[in-house]
């Protein structure tokens, strides 16, 4: 480590002894030439103070973390309910190399039993070897919720592709792991420093770990997909996403923590439509992802919508991706009974992203069904 002076330049050349005690020798030059110590009286202040700037005081044996941490870039945390467009957002990490540290499998588009499945299935799939475990199976203090009809994406979650990717993975012999509980994910989590945590479903299963302080103070940020800022009616519910579980969207959003929140006005209206399904088709790489792709399109389709794709879940992962290409404006906000977004100036401040380069989404899955 160099730190430079007006006058000298101070090299520190740590060297370590017997003892596991660090010392620094220093060596002092004087305008480029070897000298005495000159004038270290008054260089002393500015010595210290460069030396505890510049350096990283290590004593063999000991990280600079606690024991079993692990430390440099954030580790990504991807708390899903796959979900035909939390697939797609996997396929994207898989494609794109941004591939999580630790996934979890929160109750939503199905049953909390299904999605670990339909998680499970997906990183065999992509032959993506994670840490899985299961996430919240009921609302915050709640009970578990009843699936009396199958949601937008069918019984299976999946819009009924789960057994072909089931198929698949015995095709390939894949061994499919078991995911662990929440608590052996609250254990994992803390054996990582720094986390960026990613929640495109519910978000019980992030205010549950919020509870323990040791978790919550190694989250750096959070990416949010959920809640609508321009609200209709505050008697109705909240976007789908946030209605499962109001309670969790208040302890989150008062959390203290950073978030930037992915909401419908960005996602609901990005669609993929028939001429890039097309294009898409014309690789003829990674045909269960194109189905499902194909699934989403025909179920908004069935609903009377625009005939095109939408996958929210897919936004989290292209903004950290390309920040650049998306417009994000600071917002206040508070939750009421229901989930719903109120603007408040004395609200909880979050980042809501607003708007992308239209073409952005295309290009991004041309370029990765293209590999």
């Given at each position: 480590?160099?730190?430079?002076?007006?006058?000298?330049?101070?090299?520190?050349?740590?060297?370590?002894?017997?003892?596991?005690?660090?010392?620094?020798?220093?060596?002092?030059?004087?305008?480029?030439?070897?000298?005495?110590?000159?004038?270290?009286?008054?260089?002393?202040?500015?010595?210290?103070?460069?030396?505890?700037?510049?350096?990283?005081?290590?004593?063999?044996?000991?990280?600079?973390?606690?024991?079993?941490?692990?430390?440099?870039?954030?580790?990504?945390?991807?708390?899903?309910?796959?979900?035909?467009?939390?697939?797609?957002?996997?396929?994207?990490?898989?494609?794109?190399?941004?591939?999580?540290?630790?996934?979890?499998?929160?109750?939503?588009?199905?049953?909390?039993?299904?999605?670990?499945?339909?998680?499970?299935?997906?990183?065999?799939?992509?032959?993506?070897?994670?840490?899985?475990?299961?996430?919240?199976?009921?609302?915050?203090?709640?009970?578990?919720?009843?699936?009396?009809?199958?949601?937008?994406?069918?019984?299976?979650?999946?819009?009924?592709?789960?057994?072909?990717?089931?198929?698949?993975?015995?095709?390939?012999?894949?061994?499919?792991?078991?995911?662990?509980?929440?608590?052996?994910?609250?254990?994992?989590?803390?054996?990582?420093?720094?986390?960026?945590?990613?929640?495109?479903?519910?978000?019980?299963?992030?205010?549950?770990?919020?509870?323990?302080?040791?978790?919550?103070?190694?989250?750096?940020?959070?990416?949010?997909?959920?809640?609508?800022?321009?609200?209709?009616?505050?008697?109705?519910?909240?976007?789908?996403?946030?209605?499962?579980?109001?309670?969790?969207?208040?302890?989150?959003?008062?959390?203290?923590?950073?978030?930037?929140?992915?909401?419908?006005?960005?996602?609901?209206?990005?669609?993929?439509?028939?001429?890039?399904?097309?294009?898409?088709?014309?690789?003829?790489?990674?045909?269960?992802?194109?189905?499902?792709?194909?699934?989403?399109?025909?179920?908004?389709?069935?609903?009377?919508?625009?005939?095109?794709?939408?996958?929210?879940?897919?936004?989290?992962?292209?903004?950290?991706?390309?920040?650049?290409?998306?417009?994000?404006?600071?917002?206040?906000?508070?939750?009421?009974k229901n989930g719903q977004l109120q603007e408040n100036p004395q609200g909880t401040l979050v980042h809501a992203v607003l708007g992308v380069?239209?073409?952005?989404q295309w290009k991004a899955l041309e370029k990765s069904f293209g590999q």
């Open positions: 480590m160099i730190v430079v002076f007006p006058d000298y330049t101070i090299s520190a050349f740590p060297c370590h002894l017997s003892s596991s005690v660090l010392y620094y020798s220093m060596v002092i030059f004087d305008n480029g030439r070897f000298g005495t110590l000159v004038n270290i009286q008054k260089k002393l202040a500015l010595l210290v103070a460069g030396l505890i700037c510049a350096c990283t005081f290590s004593i063999p044996g000991i990280s600079g973390a606690a024991a079993g941490e692990t430390a440099g870039a954030p580790s990504l945390v991807f708390d899903s309910d796959p979900g035909s467009d939390d697939a797609l957002a996997l396929f994207l990490m898989k494609q794109r190399q941004v591939v999580p540290d630790l996934v979890l499998a929160t109750y939503g588009n199905a049953p909390e039993k299904q999605t670990s499945s339909n998680l499970v299935l997906v990183l065999g799939d992509l032959e993506l070897d994670l840490p899985v475990y299961h996430g919240a199976d009921r609302p915050w203090k709640g009970k578990k919720p009843r699936y009396r009809e199958p949601g937008f994406n069918g019984k299976d979650g999946l819009l009924g592709l789960s057994d072909t990717f089931r198929d698949k993975n015995e095709k390939n012999g894949r061994k499919l792991v078991q995911p662990g509980s929440l608590e052996e994910a609250r254990e994992k989590l803390k054996q990582h420093r720094h986390i960026t945590y990613v929640a495109t479903g519910p978000l019980s299963t992030l205010a549950v770990l919020v509870q323990d302080p040791d978790i919550k103070s190694r989250i750096d940020q959070v990416y949010i997909l959920g809640g609508q800022l321009a609200a209709p009616d505050p008697e109705t519910l909240g976007e789908a996403n946030f209605a499962w579980d109001p309670k969790a969207v208040k302890i989150v959003m008062e959390s203290g923590l950073d978030i930037t929140l992915f909401p419908v006005e960005l996602t609901g209206t990005q669609y993929i439509e028939e001429e890039e399904l097309q294009n898409l088709s014309r690789q003829g790489t990674w045909p269960e992802f194109l189905d499902l792709i194909r699934a989403n399109q025909a179920a908004h389709a069935k609903t009377g919508e625009e005939n095109a794709a939408v996958l929210p879940a897919i936004f989290p992962v292209l903004y950290q991706l390309a920040p650049e290409q998306f417009a994000v404006e600071d917002r206040r906000i508070t939750v009421d380069n239209p073409r952005y």
